[in-house]
């Protein structure tokens, strides 16, 4: 699951077939398809190429339709977005969410889940509310950000609410690019062996994200300088 997850990163376009081939290519060995689409659908994987997607909407939830193709972001608390990420550990896995500001990059809250159930978002969600409110607020087409319970609460507060197309995984590319640097910079060179130790590392690195990693698209500023400014 660690492999998928590092090819995944480098190629998210990648579906389970593909994914397959260069696993094999890779090591060596012969590993079967099915094996790694079950896998894909446990971690939460969606390929923009067609294919299992844990990523599919419940029938009976509302899509919203997509409303940043072409915007110019140029204000914190325009935009904001959130996903949930697969976090391997030495024995098992957890599940990441996290809520950014797209202008600043800011982190506005996080939380770790043994689960991808829709309450460990709401959570996230309402935590970085209780410090503002964005004027959009952007998601994938996923049960959990299309369910009832997580839009009311963006409703509720007036916030619009835009999704992902099918098969886009790109338009939150804010939100895949903190996934990639969070993992590189932090994950796979710690190779956590407990939940505490996780919490307590994604932590640190967190705070360091926010308020001393400097960013090249923000001139060399902090997400934090940028967000308070």
């Known amino acids: 699951m660690r492999m998928i997850d590092e090819i995944y990163l480098q190629c998210p376009f990648y579906g389970s077939r593909r994914i397959t081939a260069q696993l094999n290519r890779d090591h060596k060995v012969s590993w079967n398809r099915k094996r790694i689409q079950r896998l894909m659908r446990i971690m939460g994987l969606r390929g923009i190429a067609p294919g299992p997607d844990t990523s599919k909407p419940r029938a009976e939830n ?3 339709p997509y409303l940043l193709r072409n915007v110019n972001i140029d204000q914190v608390n325009q935009v904001w977005s959130t996903d949930i990420t697969y976090i391997p550990m030495v024995k098992g896995f957890m599940y990441l969410v996290a809520v950014i500001d797209w202008h600043s990059r800011y982190v506005l809250s996080w939380i770790i889940s043994n689960t991808m159930d829709m309450s460990f978002c709401i959570d996230a969600l309402e935590v970085a509310l209780d410090r503002d409110t964005p004027m959009i607020f952007n998601t994938d087409q996923g049960s959990q950000f299309t369910s009832h319970a997580f839009t009311k609460v963006l409703l509720d507060k007036n916030i619009k609410i ?4 099918r ?5 939150n590319i804010f939100v895949e690019r903190l996934w990639r640097t969070v993992k590189y910079e932090n994950i796979y060179i710690n190779d956590y ?6 919490s307590n590392g994604l932590k640190q690195y967190f705070e360091f ?3 001393e990693r400097l960013h090249q698209s ?3 500023r902090t ?3 940028v967000y308070f400014s």
């Open 62 to 64: 509302k899509i919203y």
């Open 162 to 165: 835009s999704m992902d197309g």
């Open 218 to 220: 923000l001139d060399y």
């Open 209 to 211: 994200y926010n308020q």
């Open 167 to 171: 098969g886009r995984a790109l338009d």
């Open 223 to 225: 997400p934090e300088e």
């Open 193 to 198: 062996r407990t939940v505490t130790e996780l």
